[in-house]
């Protein structure tokens, strides 16, 4: 057994999340978490809300609310669509409450302590019309390294280099077009060049460990060869104060400094609910412990250059030497797991166009568990995919209906109507051994696919198995057997059917937990066979320093009952009755109707 981190990115606060966002960092790390967990290993699961920047204030005063008002309500909707989807966070918080402060500015001092914070005057972006910082990813302009005439104040698309906005040609702002003002500013840079060494030895050593996918890798070395300081303070009013700058309201820790800390917050504030506040150093402090961090390819520089470099300067690892802060010797992630696009069709989603589906929309009109297997079986894990009504409703009704959900209702049929539960299994034939044995096999081949993060092929692979075994019912036509004579043989069939089901139900618990327990109530189960997240809503453990929360809602769960990804034996007499359909088919008139809500 291995500690695993899962770390998934942190949705930002500003509103709903779409299908796509969760395409990235939701349903991946959900299935990895929950078959690591399946596979026999301890895995804690964090993410949150991230709630401070530009953005928020932005859209909040679009909306005629205090950044406070929107980011509680962002928190709610999210918090309430992840759980929805079945996400299994053993703690999804936010970034606004006082153990996450408390957690940033430690991790700041240790850094600064240690030297890998330096003062410098920059120039600072300006909104002419509201006085306002304008932060980096509101400036667009021509890139000067490609040309490329959308690339952004902190990193082009296009050629992926790092920029600021002052080396933008022809910078706008993104909010009203205007051009910003720049000026001069004193701010904290994190003194990247003095990490990049160790960065790069810990990057050649992943690319070594053959585990990153390829893209992720090359991109991560390639931004190293331009590495250079970041400011890592803003000139805004909202956000954690910047130790030391407390006299300064108008300056805040940027809100990527904050934002990736709340890997090690999360985990701390899991550890202190839990009543045993040193525990998160199981997974932190232990350098045989693994972490792998979730997220979207628009994130990935923050996470194999941004939060590695916090951590060696926390660590004292750079050429600036240094001591560890209290938190320890603190680990480098094992893998960043980046997933490339969801679009819609053939272009990006965008909400302040209404070319968007909300996760919200999605649960409520056809369930979690359809999304989630698109999502598995067609969804950007390697290069951008696209997301169409009429393959999801294709995939939905010729692959979760016509397959799984076909094999299931029609076992859980025969059984109910020819004995009313699982009966007993005779001698085994050469054809039910051979069904048997491939459905066995299923869980090492899918096991090693999911455990690699190749969750596209590791359901293709499970749905074959399932493919197999609806073959199997049909060369060997239990339906006929109606004939007293055949009825040890009829009995035998339906046992070897129902362990198939069983089987493949775990096979596909880590992709459709859903679902999942029902198969487990139609084989006459009882009880969660894959334990669900739950929304607590608790009290705030720093009432005191200056987050201004009270109570808040958050996703938690026992998972401890997960059960071990192995095949167990079906339960002779189990009571079988006649089975609903544990999934609904969707008439193709879905497809108009979704577009016609777009207009």
């Known amino acids: 057994m291995s500690h695993v981190l899962s770390a998934v990115a942190w949705p930002y606060a500003n509103g709903p999340r779409h299908i796509g966002h969760v395409a990235g960092f939701g349903v991946p790390s959900d299935v990895f978490s929950r078959y690591m967990r399946m596979a026999g290993h301890d895995v804690l699961m964090v993410s949150g809300t991230d709630e401070h920047g530009t953005p928020i204030l932005v859209t909040a005063d679009k909306e005629g609310k205090t ?239 941004i939060w590695p470099a916090e951590l060696l300067a926390h660590n004292g690892a750079g050429s600036r030497g240094g001591e560890p802060g209290s938190y320890g010797v603190l680990n480098l992630p094992t893998e960043v797991v980046s997933s490339e696009f969801l679009t819609f069709g053939d272009a990006q989603f965008s909400t302040s166009r209404g070319h968007v589906i909300y996760v919200r929309d999605m649960l409520e009109r056809y369930g979690p568990d359809p999304l989630r297997y698109f999502i598995c079986a067609a969804g950007p894990e390697t290069s951008d995919a696209a997301f169409t009504w009429a393959e999801f409703v294709t995939r939905n009704n010729s692959e979760l209906v016509a397959g799984w959900g076909n094999l299931v209702n029609r076992t859980a049929t025969m059984i109910a109507k020819n004995f009313g539960e699982i009966p007993p299994c005779g001698d085994l034939e050469p054809v039910d051994e051979a069904v048997l044995a491939t459905v066995r096999e299923g869980f090492e081949k899918v096991g090693g696919l999911v455990g690699h993060h190749r969750l596209r092929a590791g359901i293709a692979e499970a749905m074959r198995v399932v493919g197999e075994v609806n073959k199997y019912l049909t060369v060997t036509e239990p339906y006929k057997m109606k004939d007293e004579s055949q009825r040890d043989r009829l009995a035998t069939v339906l046992h070897v059917a129902a362990q198939c089901v069983s089987d493949c139900n775990t096979l596909l618990a880590p992709f459709l937990p859903h679902a999942a327990n029902q198969v487990h109530r139609v084989l006459g189960g009882e009880g969660e066979f894959m334990p669900m997240p739950v929304i607590e809503q608790v009290e705030e453990l720093e009432p005191d320093n200056g987050a201004g929360l009270d109570t808040y809602p958050v996703i938690t769960g026992d998972y401890a009952a997960t059960p071990a990804w192995e095949s167990r034996p079906v339960k002779v007499g189990a009571a079988v009755g006649k089975p609903t359909p544990v999934f609904t088919k969707l008439d193709p008139s879905v497809v108009e109707e979704e577009l016609a809500r777009l207009g």
């Open 67 to 305: 950044a406070r008002e929107l980011a509680d309500e962002s928190n709610r909707v999210i918090v309430e669509d992840l759980q929805g989807l079945g996400l299994s966070y053993d703690l999804f918080t936010r970034t606004t409450t006082g153990n996450h402060y408390a957690v940033v500015q430690e991790m700041f001092r240790t850094c600064q302590a240690n030297g890998y914070m330096v003062e410098q005057t920059t120039q600072s972006a300006i909104s002419p019309s509201t006085g306002r910082t304008l932060p980096d990813r509101y400036i667009e302009g021509t890139c000067p390294i490609c040309g490329y005439a959308e690339a952004r104040g902190d990193q082009c698309d296009n050629c992926g280099n790092q920029l600021d906005p002052t080396d933008l040609i022809d910078p706008r702002s993104k909010i009203n077009g205007e051009t910003p003002q720049f000026i001069e500013t004193q701010h904290w840079f994190l003194d990247l060049p003095a990490v990049a060494d160790a960065l790069g030895e810990w990057l050649d050593g992943r690319e070594a460990s053959g585990t990153w996918r390829p893209n992720v890798i090359k991109f991560s070395q390639n931004i190293l060869e331009e590495i250079r300081p970041r400011a890592m303070t803003r000139d805004i009013d909202w956000g954690i104060p910047v130790p030391g700058w407390e006299d300064q309201p108008t300056k805040r820790l940027y809100v990527w400094f904050d934002a990736v800390i709340g890997y090690l917050s999360a985990s701390i504030e899991w550890a202190r609910r839990l009543g045993d506040p040193e525990r998160w150093r199981e997974w932190w402090n232990d350098p045989e412990a693994l972490s792998y961090y979730f997220m979207g390819k628009d994130n990935i520089v923050f996470h194999s250059q």
